[in-house]
């Protein structure tokens, strides 16, 4: 076992250097590290087809719990989560669809005219409405369209996009935090532990609100000043273009916005009607490819398949933690570090997954996590709830720290820099950092005096 436990680790470690290196596409990393994991540990040190067939977890697939769980139904949270990677593609089958349609370009627009374009109001506008629009959608896809738009009226008003993006990207990884399909670490922890979208929306929610006040104020006074400077003239206005104009087809457009009101029901009400996010993500899928059955093949062609691959390579490396029990020493070791001190436990939970989560992908370590709380919460009698909720607010929010912390801070800087707006590490951390440890020090207070 000792070999296994050494094999294990090193490609754990490994993987998660080139991911943070980033010069090999991610998903090629994480299949490649599975395909080691596969080899070296479940064949070669263990020779073991149990650990190897329980970590695939395919069979999962075929049972009537993985669509139906009934109310506090919960997923196994070993091997492969493929309720969570079934979800994530419904959903980015849905977004294609209605991104299709100008279905988030048009609302950029509206909400531009409304607030006169002027560049204050936008900063708060859109920070509001990325955090709204990534409670429910992926905050990549919620930073792709409204980072293109911030570009577009900053080009056409004239004033510097790089505040605004920034503010975005922060706001879509905070209200990432406030549900279950917020953000893919959110997906994981709520499929591997069983909770809901209203259990999430309760408690990291109510964290969420918070700190959106708090950043929305923090941001203002950070750019106000840069951004009232640059106001222009009124007159400018009548040449903008229209919201309407970004609408193709006004008929699709209507079933769209119905299909994610109705993806958005469906998820607040899992827990009551016992239907899994997986057969959510399958239904809504589903009906967004019958609804436009002449676009089909577009749509199916731009999903991120590249992904999810790359979460079927990260569950398999992660299961090999799992399966040698190293997982259970990290545990163990936080349990002895803390004393059974419940308060020093939860501070280095959502610290140390803050800080990990800034400089490497928040998913592979919310991945790595689950496995150490649930055992820790054994081992030290301690609610896994509490654990569950530090350990969200701490990877969601600790992954804005940095421009590599989090998908959507690589989605948001991306764009800025094609459109020659280069973002250095410098500047982006100068306005993310402070706002992170705000956040993640109001949440650890909350947690502090509302559970314990």
């Known amino acids: 076992m000792f070999l296994a436990q050494i094999f294990a680790v090193v490609i754990f470690l490994i993987m998660f250097v080139l991911i943070v290196i980033d010069k090999i596409p991610r998903h090629i990393i994480a ?52 309720e969570t990677i079934i979800f994530i593609a419904g959903m980015m089958v849905m977004v294609e669809g209605m991104a299709r349609v100008g279905f988030f370009r048009w609302l950029c627009m509206e909400l531009a005219k409304i607030v006169k374009y002027k560049p204050v109001p936008l900063l708060i506008t859109f920070m509001i409405m990325s955090a709204c629009l990534a409670m429910f959608i992926d905050s990549i896809t919620v930073i792709l369209f409204l980072a293109a738009v911030t570009i577009e009226l900053a080009r056409l008003l004239k004033f510097d996009p790089v505040p605004m993006i920034l503010a ?46 708090l950043t929305v104020i923090l941001f203002w006074l950070m750019f106000h000043k840069e951004l009232e400077s640059q106001t222009n003239d009124m007159a400018q206005f009548m040449h903008l273009p229209q919201p309407r104009e970004a609408i193709t087809n006004k008929r699709e457009f209507t079933i769209s916005t119905v299909i994610f009101l109705l993806a958005v029901v469906l998820l607040v009400t899992h827990a ?76 280095i939970v959502i610290w140390v997954s803050a800080i990990a989560s800034a400089f490497v992908d928040n998913i592979p370590f919310t ?6 709380i649930k055992s820790l919460a054994e081992v030290q009698g301690v609610d896994l709830s509490v654990l569950a909720w530090s350990l969200t607010m701490g990877a969601d929010i600790g992954g804005s720290a940095t421009p590599i912390g989090a998908s959507a801070n690589v989605v948001g800087t991306s764009v800025a820099a094609n459109a020659g707006h280069e973002i250095s590490w410098g500047r982006y951390c100068k306005a993310s950092v402070p706002a992170m440890v705000l956040v993640v020090m109001s949440s650890m207070l909350i947690i502090f005096f509302r559970y314990l």
Do not use: R
């Open 168 to 213: 975005e990207v922060f706001c879509a990884n905070l209200g990432g935090s406030a549900t279950m399909c917020g953000d893919p670490p959110n997906i994981i922890i709520g499929t591997s532990l069983g909770y809901s979208f209203f259990d999430f929306l309760v408690n990291t929610g109510l964290m969420a609100g918070v700190g959106l006040v």
């Open 31 to 82: 299949l490649v590290a599975g395909a080691c994991t596969v080899v070296l540990v479940f064949g070669i040190a263990m020779q073991s087809w149990d650990a190897f067939w329980t970590t695939l977890n395919v069979e999962k697939i075929f049972t009537v719990e993985f669509w139906y769980a009934g109310a506090g139904g919960e997923s196994a949270s070993e091997g492969i989560n493929w």
């Open 367 to 372: 991945a790595t996590m689950i496995p150490v």
């Open 272 to 347: 009551q009607t016992g239907l899994t996010v997986g057969v959510i993500g399958v239904f809504i899928a589903a009906i967004t490819l019958l609804a436009a059955p002449k676009h089909v093949g577009e749509i199916l062609k731009k999903v991120d398949y590249k992904t999810l691959l790359f979460f079927i390579g990260l569950f398999v490396v992660v299961g090999g933690l799992e399966q040698t029990g190293i997982l259970e020493i990290i545990a163990e070791f936080i349990g002895e570090v803390s004393h059974g001190n419940l308060y020093l436990m939860i501070g």
